[in-house]
Structure formats: C-alpha cells, structure tokens
C-alpha cells in the first residue's frame, strides 16, 4: 500500500511524534545494514577451491557456491579478460596495439601490470566519474518548467572526474561535497565539489519561495539519503518509514544540516591571493570608470527602481514583508527568503533596461556603455567560478518536522542529527565564526565520512561492485532497507568494506584492483545448464554476468574504434547535432553543433539538460536527472536498431571507421574483414566470419555500386551487433 | 523458445487486461491552456442575471491575484442539442452535432491555479514529482497489439509546461515512453520525419535488407556462442522490429491515400482547420492500426498565439481556437463511429483547467482547477448524458466532483484496468498512476 494513505491510518493510531525515545520493533533493530562492520576472516577452502581462488574474494565466492553445490566457471581467455577489464574501466574496447601488448606479455604480474594502466588513463575518470554523476542526478539545467541552463555546473561534473582519477580518498570525496567551504578554506580545488549540493531541480523564478525553499531542501535531503547512506529517507517526509527504522522526525533531522544553505552561482575558483589581485584590479577599474559609472547609476535609478517595485509586488505579501524589512532586522529565515527572492528583484541592468528603459534611455545608456569600453584594459580578466551552495551565516533558521511534509504545518522543532537508529543525540555542530558558517555540514561531513558509519562504507563498497558485475552485492544500490535486496554475500562485502576503510585508506582504486583481478571476476561467461538449474539469478555468481554497455560507453567505443573520439577533457557541455524528427529544438533547448569541437567529446561531456536528453543516450537507458539512480535499466527496443541502423551518429562512425580500415590501397576483402574485425571487436574473424564477410562485401558492392559503401556496412554491421554491444 | 516470448516482447506485447473492457486505446484531445467551460460546455444562467456584479462569496486563488473583476457572462449562445439535448455553445457548432454521442463531465477539479503544475497533474496525476506519464501507464498495463509502430504517440506536442515530462515514461522502462511526432507551433509540412531515425539516408531498402541480414547472422552467432541469454534473442528480434517499422510506420503517417472528402471532413480544406484536421486524421489511422494511445495537442504557438488561455480578449481568442478545433474533432467523432471504430476507442476532450466565472482584465477569464468540463465520447461510455454540475456560478464543482485522479481511475477503468492494481515498484515502494487517490466514476460507465 501507498505511504500517504498510511499516514493517516498510523497518525489516528499512534502520536508516534510526541515520544522522545525512538522506539524500533527487533526487526528493524536487526536490520543487516547498520550493524557495525565486521572482519570477517575469508573461509578456508578445499584442495579443488584452492586451485581456482586468487584472492580474499574468491575464497567467500567459492565458499557459498560450494554450500549450494556449484562450482566456479574456469577462467576466461586472456583475450576476453582484456576486453572485458578494459571496457569495464575505461568505457572503451582495446586498441589492436593493446591488445598486443598484453597478448604478448608472458611475464608474470602481465594482468596486474595492465589494470594498473588502465586505472591510470583519465578515461578511468570520465567512466567511473559518470556512475558517480547518475547516483548524485548530475545536469546542466534547472528542470522543471523553464529548465534553464546552469553555466558553470560543469565544473563540478569535471572535479568528480578528476577525483576518480586522481583516487581521491573516498572520505575526502564525501566531505568536500558536503563541506569544502568549511573543511578546506581557500582550496580552489576542493571548492567545485560542493556543486553536489546545488543538483536540485529548481525554478529560480517561483513566486512561492517558503516552498521552493522546501522543495530543495527536501530534494537534497533525499538525494543525500540515497548517494551516501542507501536509505529510501524519503518516504519518511510524511510520516515514519513504514518498513525501516527510519523516522519521520529523522528526515527533518538530516534536513536541519542544510537548513542554512544559500545559492553561489559565483563562487571564485581560485587562491585567496588570486582573489584579491581581481578584487584590486577591479577596485583601480572602478575608480577609473568612477564617472562614467555614476552617469549610468543616475541614469538608472529610476529603472532599476521600477523594475524592483513591479517584480517585489509579484511576490505573496509575507515574501514582501521579508524584502522591505531593515537588514538588520531579518532573522535567518528571512535571509533565506530573501536570498531567493533578491534574484527576481535585483537583475543586470540590460535586462532592467530593456523592460522598464525609455527609447531615450536606452539610447543613452548605450552611449554610457561606450564610454566605459575606453577603460576596458584595466579590467581583470574573469575569475573562474562555481556554482555551489554555502552558509549564509552563523546562524541557523530553525527546522521543525513538518505535517505530512506540508511547509505551513509545523510540527516540534528539530536540531540537525544522523538516523535516531544510528546515534539518537543531536549532532555535535561547532560553528565556525572565521568563516562565517555555521558548521552544520562540518558535522554532516564527518559522520557521512567517519569509517564506522555502517551504511556510507558498504553503500559504496556496494556501489563499486555493482558496477563491475551490472548487480550489487547487495542488489539495489540505493535500498538498503528491508524491502530492498537482502546482500548474497554479506561477510564478502564487509570484508571488502573492512579493508577499503582499513588497509586501502577508502582508495577506490586499490578496491577495483581487488576486484577485477579476482578469480571471481575473470570467470569465463558461459552458460551451465547444470549451474542455472540452481542459481538461474546468477546471484551466487557462478559465472561472470555478460551485460550490455551503458549508453555513453556504446557511443565512446563507437567514437574510439572509428578513430574519431576527441580526448579533450573537461570544460562547458558540448552539443552533437540531433538527429531530425527529435524532441530537442535547436536554440531552445540546444546550441547548434559547432562541428568537431561539440561532435566527437566523450559522452560524459554531452551537454546534460533535464527536460531532453541526447537522443542516443536516452534510447540506450541514460538516467534522467530527476532523481538519483542507482541501477540503470537496461532495455532492448526497436528504437536502439533504428538509432544504430538509421542514425545519423552511428553512420558517421561507420564512414570513419571503413575510412580507418581501408587506408591502404589494395587490400583484398579478406584482409578489409580482418581488421575491420579486429578493431571492433579485437578479435580475428573465424573463418565462417571471414567467408559472409566476403559474401557480404561482393554483393553490396553490387547494390551500391561502390566498394567503400559496401566497406562502411560491413563496419555499421559490426557496430552494431551484439559482440559490441556487450561486455562478455 | 525465448525469441517471442523474450524480452521485447515482456515489455510491449500485448497483456490482458484485468478484466473485460470495451475500450482498447485512447485518444485524448489536450486543449492546452484551459478552454472556458462556461462558454462551451456548461451553460449559467446565473451569470447573465448578475452580469457585472461582484462574485457573491470569497474567491479562491487564482493565478492572476489582482486583476480579476466581477461576474462576466458568456457572450455566446448557448442551444439544446440531439436527442439528449445538450446545451452547447455556439462556439462548437459541429461538435454539437454530435451531442448524443458525448458524456460531459461538469464536475472536474484539479489541485493547480498555474499551467504548469495543472498540465503536469493531468498528464501523469501529480503536480510536482516527476511521474510516468498516464499513456505510459496504459502501455505498461496493457501492450500493443501492433508493434510495428510506437503504442503511445503524442503527435504535435508542447515543450513549454512540463515538456516531454508529458510523455516521459518516468521511473518505468523507456519502452512505455510516448513518441512525440511533430512539435506544437511547427507547421505540419515542416515535420522532417514524424519518428527520428526512421529514413536510412544511404541504402536502399534491398542494401538494407542485406545488411539486416549480416547484423542478424552474427546476432545469432554470438547468440548461439553465448548460449540461453534472453537479451541476445531480444535484440534480434529488436532489429526485426525495427525494419519493419520502417516500412510500415511511413505508411501510416502518409495521408496522400485517403480521399478528398475524407480530408475535408477533418476541415484539412481551410487554413485555420487543416494544422489540427491533420493531427485529428493522423489519430484515425493510427486508432486503426492499433496504436495503444494516441494524444491530439491544441498548442499554444505561431498562428495559435496563446490558444485557450484567454486572460483577455476572451471573444477573440476563443473564437479563434474552436474554429481551429470544432470541425476537426466533428470529423474525427464522424470518421471513428463511421469505421466502427467509435465501439472500441475512448475519446477524451480537455484542458489542464477551466475560467473562472469573473472576468480578468475587463475581457478575459483567469484559470479555474475549482470546476471545469471535460467530455468523453466512444468504448465504455454513456452517450448524451451529463455527469456531475458546479454551482450556479461555475466557480466550484459541487456534484459528482471528478478529481483527475479519479479522471484517471475511470480512464484505466474503461480500459480494463483496475487503478489499484496497476503499480510499479520504484525507489523502496510501489506507484501507481492514481498515487494514493482515484475513484472510478461508475455513474458514466455505459
């Protein structure tokens, strides 16, 4: 049955509200997941087990197969080990000369030696940099109605993908998310990170502000529940979980941390001394433009005042009231209102100019605008910024538990503190005056990051494993509650968690080193009746889990094989032409492609609007950015044949790719087959292959009438099938 | 054998309903912006009496606070119509001829004053969160029967209020996501292809028949290497699908078969008639070929201007917008019951709200989710008759009130499926397109 309906039966029955000890029933009390962590020590094997096991991993893996009694597959070629490692952490398949390499490599250490290189490519970043950006509902856009664009989100998209390459400790990565400004002052590298807490979807223009304020704040309140603790917090806004020992009280609680947050859309990436050499320069250039600035000050005074009186008066009365009020008088509430709402009031002066200027005013205000451009030089060049969310003070508005997550029905008030289920007390907060923040989010930081909290460490543990096998441990990465998936190797993961918080010092990389170079993980794919008559899930994992490639990865290695992929990192969204017929408009929601530079990026660069995603991501299960997603789906439609047989996309690859194979006059079709085989799928044809390629190249020459068009469907062909398609 | 059985086929195959139901597919004509009920559908006399007057009670929000005025009658006649005798105005003169096949719900109410939230409710039940969209929800329920063609087609929708969140399938699997064909405000000649990628630009259909054919063969080596792997078979089937919708998809957005008359039945003769008769013929053939749910938007855009969403120049802007729709939709009520379509096809006819009865701005009337009309027509439902009332003003609904959650439960209904049965599990609990509300309105059930 549904939450809402719930609520009301529950709140008749019990004022659950009114207690101030929590109470949890045994169940929730023994949920698996807030259990403290254990070591477990691997389980000792057999003779026939020890054979087949390479690390920790495995003996936990052999040891519950055994119970069932199922054996491990063998490992996989070498061949496939490459492929699969290799587009499992870089997005993309071996080159020819890779392969080689590796192939070619008896030495012992050959597999250690290749995952360390793979880890070390900044294509590790921008693939695992984008899992990330999926739990955290990353975009370049508002949402909503309007779904503006936000200018400058992309650099928190580029530090995510620098963190992951740089195996930036996970709890570092937590806390400068959630804390940068307070935990790391000054650090221009650490700052971008706090974007994670400006990834709500919004309408900067609501009239409404006590409600746009508690919409945001409940949209970071779950995502945070979701990303760190892999909790479904959300579904206590209204009442007490109905399953987990989550209160409603609770949500407010984790709300309370962010309660004093306000938008930076300006925030300097850059040292303190950078910043006051700008702020110098630009005090000497507003001297100097002194009185050309007072002429458009003067000028303006009457617009900009019109401008403010009609969009104040937009505005609910209580809003109003807030805006009027002495500054001295406002409590930390009306700052938050008013930080809203002073961007609809307070906006650039060509807008101010445009909506409320005279055609004389106008006129002369474009002349002022000359004037100034004599003092142009003196200006300093732009500061980079982010756009973030930070403090608006010292002190805090309060929060109160909130009726049916109704904002005008205010329940007792709440101090800012973790689940009740894990530590009941109020969090210690220490405010910090230097800064002028309140230190709510230093507290929130250290808990989400501190290495006994239960949930943070498994849930990303999980997480990694998730994405190397396409299921969790435990198999829904954003539940870890009692309705989502019970893990099917529970010690395994908190010996995996143990150690990543121990040992490995919360490096994600040592963790996927672990993983990928277990015998576990090197399991050939194959089928076994004998095995699936048991564990048809594959849960036990008996074999490695064949599954296709999320959507960035198939248009990367689409890209990379067809030697058209731009390996530029970093910097704003760019946007591939959009095939015709689409939802996307050119100018609306897209700017229009500006050749190579917006063409060939890796997809994790695509421009990321909420409202229409890239038509190729979209049909290939691209999350949309409302919510975070912690497994994507995976689909099979008609929609994917027509996007790599009919798209325009996939028939640019095609093009490059026949252009790549064929570069030397005077191949014969066998030898075009062959390298067209072996840089798609990095293998040689078989000699069935390699006769219907043959076949295939003869007859379509005779359809098309020239031998390059027969060449790029071969290649189409091979972009499209299944062997690409998948990670085996 | 996994081929047809697969996967493909587990996400739009045809499913049965929960039970027996006259009605297998939608078509919904989205008035976009709030047509007034009270100058089409729901006649006040009360209005003409107290014309200029203040409203005699307290007014509720309304989005315009502060120019509304007082009492605004409607300026345009209103005449018993048919059998039933149905008073409509004079603003839908053909669609009147068709009163004794209509059931006109007077009592509609939803929970939005602003267009955003209002549009957003009536596409997929909520006003704020992000939820599947309600073709969505009735492709999930129940497949397609045709799957050479999309089984959820919005043709010529909207990207202002809400965007593709109208069509989007939400948290369900992308298949259920509706197929925008054409955007509202582009001219239908200027629609390039009505379904992205549908046209291959380089081979012939013989290439590509070949060409699908080395795909498949080494699908099906892969497939047999990798053996009992349903995804693989899925896929295979996939590109299948996929050629034939090329064929056969072209075919049915093509209207250069059907006769003159029929063209001009749907009014595609005028200028002011043929943008909407097009998208109005478009619903017939896909309705005939099976097409699961079909949406008709009434846009706001070049030519529309500002369509139902009269916050002035209510006599202008209206009379404009119902002659672009009046003699299309009569067509297409026409067409349905005379292919015999008429006996499994519901037809839904709203906006996202209705007007108040006070005027806005001396000449137009605000936005009104207190109480409007929406009108059904077609498999399921009562012909000729009136459900529900406001009160005298046409301010609230007062009788047989129909939430568009209940809207939707009775829509689902008629099709078979039961509101409360029909969920998916998302997030740590399961949804439904009703959420926690919805009532099937059994009073309309023919």
New interface residues.
């Given amino acids: 049955m549904f939450c809402r309906s719930l609520l009301l039966v529950a709140a008749v029955a019990l004022p659950v509200l009114a207690e101030s000890t929590p109470k949890f029933n045994p169940i929730q009390k023994k949920w698996w997941a807030i259990q403290t962590v254990t070591a477990p020590q691997p389980p000792t094997v057999d003779a026939a087990g020890q054979q087949w096991v390479r690390n920790e991993i495995d003996h936990f893996v052999y040891d519950k197969l055994k119970a069932k009694n199922l054996t491990p597959a063998p490992l996989a070629s070498r061949e496939v080990f490459l492929r699969r490692v290799t587009l499992d952490l870089t997005g993309l398949p071996p080159t020819p000369a890779e392969a080689q390499a590796f192939l070619s490599d008896s030495k012992p250490g050959a597999e250690e030696r290749l995952v360390d290189r793979l880890l070390a490519s900044p294509r590790y970043g921008e693939r695992w940099g984008r899992h990330w950006l999926d739990v955290v509902r990353y975009a370049d856009s508002d949402g909503f109605k309007q779904d503006d664009t936000r200018p400058n989100m992309w650099r928190y998209r580029d530090w995510v993908i620098q963190s992951w390459n740089e195996d930036k400790p996970f709890d570092r990565f937590i806390k400068e998310q959630i804390a940068a400004d307070e935990l790391y002052p000054g650090d221009a590298k650490a700052l971008p990170g706090l974007g994670y807490l400006r990834l709500f979807e919004d309408e900067f223009n609501q009239a409404n502000i006590h409600l746009r304020r508690q919409e945001l704040l409940n949209d970071l309140t779950d995502n945070t529940a979701y990303a760190f603790l892999g909790v479904t917090l959300a579904c206590a806004r209204c009442h007490d979980h109905k399953f987990d020992p989550l209160l409603h009280r609770d949500y407010y609680r984790m709300q309370a941390f962010f309660a004093n947050i306000k938008i930076d859309d300006g925030a300097p990436v850059a040292s303190p001394a950078e910043v006051s050499a700008y702020n110098e320069k630009m005090a000497r250039y507003k001297a100097a433009a002194k009185p050309v600035l007072d002429q458009i000050d003067a000028l303006l005074a009457g617009p900009r005042a019109a401008y403010r009186k009609e969009y104040i008066e937009r505005f609910p009365e209580e809003v109003q009231v807030v805006i009027r009020r002495d500054p001295a008088q406002r409590t930390p509430m009306d700052w938050q209102i008013y930080h809203k709402a002073i961007t609809q009031v307070e906006v650039e002066d060509s807008l101010v100019v445009s909506k409320k200027g005279t055609a004389d005013v106008k006129a002369q205000y474009q002349r002022l605008l000359k004037d100034l451009e004599q003092f142009k030089p003196l200006l300093p060049e732009p500061l980079p910024v982010a756009q973030v969310m930070r403090d608006q003070g010292m002190d805090a508005p309060p929060t109160h538990v909130l009726r049916a997550g109704a904002v005008d029905a205010k329940l007792e008030e709440t101090a800012p503190g973790l689940l009740s289920i894990l530590d009941p007390a109020p969090a210690t907060v220490v405010a910090k005056p230097e800064l002028n923040s309140s230190g709510r989010r230093t507290a929130l930081a250290n808990a989400l990051a501190d290495p006994k909290n239960p949930l943070t460490t498994r849930v990303i543990v999980n997480r990694i494993w998730h994405y190397h096998f396409g299921r969790g441990i435990a198999g829904t990465p954003n539940d870890f509650g009692l309705m989502g998936d019970r893990p099917s190797h529970r010690e395994l993961l908190d010996w995996l968690t143990a150690t990543f918080t121990g040992a490995d010092g919360w490096s994600i990389k040592k963790l996927h080193k672990r993983i990928v170079l277990s015998a576990t993980y090197r399991q050939s794919s194959d089928f076994r009746a004998d095995a699936a008559a048991i564990d048809i899930e594959n849960k036990l994992l008996w074999r490695y889990p064949r599954r296709r490639l999320e959507a960035e990865a198939i248009r990367d290695s689409m890209l990379a094989v067809s030697g058209l992929l731009d390996r530029t990192m970093g910097g704003p969204g760019v946007f591939p032409s959009v095939p015709a017929g689409t939802e996307i408009q050119e100018g609306r929601h897209w700017r229009k492609s500006r050749g190579d530079a917006d063409e060939y990026r890796a997809s994790v660069y695509i421009f990321a609007r909420r409202l229409v995603r890239y038509p190729m991501l979209e049909s290939f299960d691209a999350p949309l950015a409302f919510e975070s997603c912690g497994r994507r789906q995976e689909t099979v439609t008609a929609d994917q044949a027509l996007e790599l047989m009919n798209g325009q996309a996939s028939a640019k690859f095609a093009q490059a790719l026949a252009r790549r194979v064929g570069n030397d006059p005077g191949q014969s079709q066998e030898s075009l087959a062959e390298r067209a085989y072996r840089l798609t799928l990095g293998r040689a044809p078989t000699e069935g292959e390699l006769k219907r390629s043959r076949e295939f190249l003869t007859a379509q020459m005779k359809l098309a009438g020239n031998a390059q068009g027969a060449l790029e469907d071969l290649c189409l062909n091979l972009l499209s099938s299944s062997e690409f398609l998948y990670i085996d | 054998m996994v081929g047809l059985a697969g ?2 086929n587990a ?1 739009l195959g045809p499913k049965a309903p929960h039970f027996p139901a006259k009605a297998k597919r939608v078509i919904f004509l989205f008035m976009h912006g709030g047509p007034s009920h009270l100058d089409t559908f729901d006649p006040k006399p009360r209005l003409i009496r107290d014309h200029g007057k203040p409203l005699p009670f307290k007014r509720p929000l309304t989005f315009a606070e502060g120019s509304t005025g007082n009492l605004l009658k409607s300026p345009w006649e209103f005449r018993q119509h048919g059998q039933s005798g149905i008073p409509i105005s004079s603003l839908f003169p053909e669609v009147a001829k068709h009163a004794d096949d209509l059931c006109i719900v007077r009592s509609m109410v939803g929970d939005s004053v602003a267009h ?1 939230g209002a549009t957003l409710q009536l596409h997929t039940g909520s006003n ?1 969160f ?1 939820r599947p969209s309600m073709g969505s929800w009735v492709v999930y329920g129940l497949g397609t029967e045709n ?1 050479n063609l999309p089984a959820y087609i919005t043709l010529k ?1 909207g ?7 109208k069509w ?1 399938s ?2 369900l ?3 259920y996501q509706g197929t ?2 054409g ?1 509202g405000g582009v001219p239908i000649d200027k ?14 259909p ?3 028949r ?3 054919d ?2 498949q ?3 099906r ?3 047999a290497r ?4 349903p ?2 078979e ?2 295979i ?3 299948e ?3 034939r ?2 064929t056969v998809a072209p075919e049915a957005f093509d209207i250069s078969k059907e006769t003159e008359a029929t063209k001009k039945l749907y009014g595609m003769d005028t200028p002011e008639t043929s943008d909407f008769g097009w998208q109005c013929l478009m619903a017939r053939r896909l309705a005939e070929r099976n097409v699961r749910f079909i949406q008709i938007n009434h846009e706001y855009g070049p030519g529309n201007e500002v369509g139902w969403d009269a916050h002035n120049e209510l006599i202008r802007l209206h009379t404009r917008t119902a002659l672009q729709v009046d003699r299309p939709i009569a067509g297409l009520l026409a067409d349905l019951k005379a292919r015999g379509l008429m006996d499994d096809t519901l037809v839904v006819w709203g906006g996202e709200f209705g007007r108040t009865p006070i005027a806005e701005a001396g000449d137009g009337r605000d936005h009104n989710p207190y109480g409007y009309t929406i009108w059904m027509a077609g498999a399921g439902v009562k012909k000729g008759f009136v459900y529900g009332a406001t009160d005298e003003f046409g301010y609230y609904a007062t009788e047989d009130r129909m939430h568009i959650n209940d809207m939707h439960a009775t829509m689902l209904h008629l099709l078979g499926l039961n509101h409360e049965n029909l969920t998916y599990s998302y ?4 949804f ?1 397109l009703t ?2 509300a919805g009532r099937v309105a059994t009073k309309i059930l023919a």
């Fill in positions: 996967l493909l996400q955003g704020t992000t799957q929708p990207l202002s209020h809400g965007g593709a969140k989007s939400g948290f699997p992308a298949a925008a064909v955007l629609i390039a292809e009505p379904i992205e990628h549908l046209k291959n630009y380089g081979l012939t013989e290439q590509q070949y060409e699908l080395m795909i063969k080494m699908n080596s892969a497939a990798w053996q009992n792997d995804e693989l899925a896929r089937q996939s590109f699908l996929a050629f919708m090329q997030g740590g609990r399961p439904r959420d926690v």
